[in-house]
T-cell receptor, first 112, second 115 residues
């Protein structure tokens, strides 16, 4: 069964304290792995797409990496405005159609 | 740059009432999706439409119907609302069928309460 698992469920950091969020997946026919940011009361906002093992993408204080079984979202010297829920999703061909399967998210809080 | 527009933003229904959630995208995407988001459950796919004129069931389709009216619009209908359908509903669109798929774009959501 295609599955995406994110850990930890919640993470509290002090401003400037770097850390990583994990997304492990089991899916056949992976077409892409996505990271989204979701603020309370809003829809998910696209951050990155990774297509193959070894690929890395960066945006400001965020860096996403991909292996054959998992992806990491590294947050360097975070600021309070980085507080949000971070969602991981994989796109795979399931039952003949392209579908996006989401993990449950990691709720990140950055304390000033 | 409207992206994906959902209406309404909030709705309260009584058990047994019906309603339609509307979604429109202006990015010329071929695929559109309806998800629901519940605490502790993440985003779950209700229905999707890979292209104009086609619709398919997702993970949790019971109690819902959809219509892909044209390339831009994809509506979700609750025929007889139940308290278990209290949730936040998100519409999304994307380009699929390409070698490298792009990320989906989500709407801002509809917060539905069924009492």
């Amino acid at each position: 069964e295609d599955q995406v698992t994110q850990s930890p469920e919640a993470l509290r950091l002090q401003e400037g304290e770097s850390s990583s969020l994990n997304c492990s997946y089991t899916v056949s026919g992976l077409r892409g792995l996505f990271w989204y940011r979701q603020d309370p009361g809003k829809g998910p906002e696209f951050l990155f797409t990774l297509y193959s093992a070894g690929e890395e993408k960066e945006k400001e204080r965020l860096k996403a990496t991909l292996t054959k079984k998992e992806s990491f979202l590294h947050i360097t010297a975070p600021k309070p405005e980085d507080s949000a829920t971070y969602l991981c999703a994989v796109q795979a061909r399931i039952q003949g159609a392209q579908k996006l399967v989401f993990g449950q998210g990691t709720r990140l809080t950055i304390n000033p | 740059n409207a992206g994906v527009t959902q209406t309404p933003k909030f709705q309260v229904l009584k058990t047994g009432q019906s309603m339609t959630l509307q979604c429109a995208q202006d990015m010329n995407h071929n695929s559109m999706y309806w998800y629901r988001q519940d605490p502790g459950m993440g985003l779950r796919l209700i229905y999707y439409s890979a292209s104009e004129g086609t619709t398919d069931k997702g993970e949790v389709p019971n109690g819902y119907n959809v219509s892909r009216l044209n390339k831009r619009e994809f509506s979700l209908r609750l025929e007889s609302a139940a308290p278990s359908q209290t949730s936040v509903y998100f519409c999304a669109s994307g380009r699929t069928g390409e070698v490298k798929v792009s990320g989906y774009t989500f709407g801002s959501g509809t917060r539905l309460t069924v009492v």
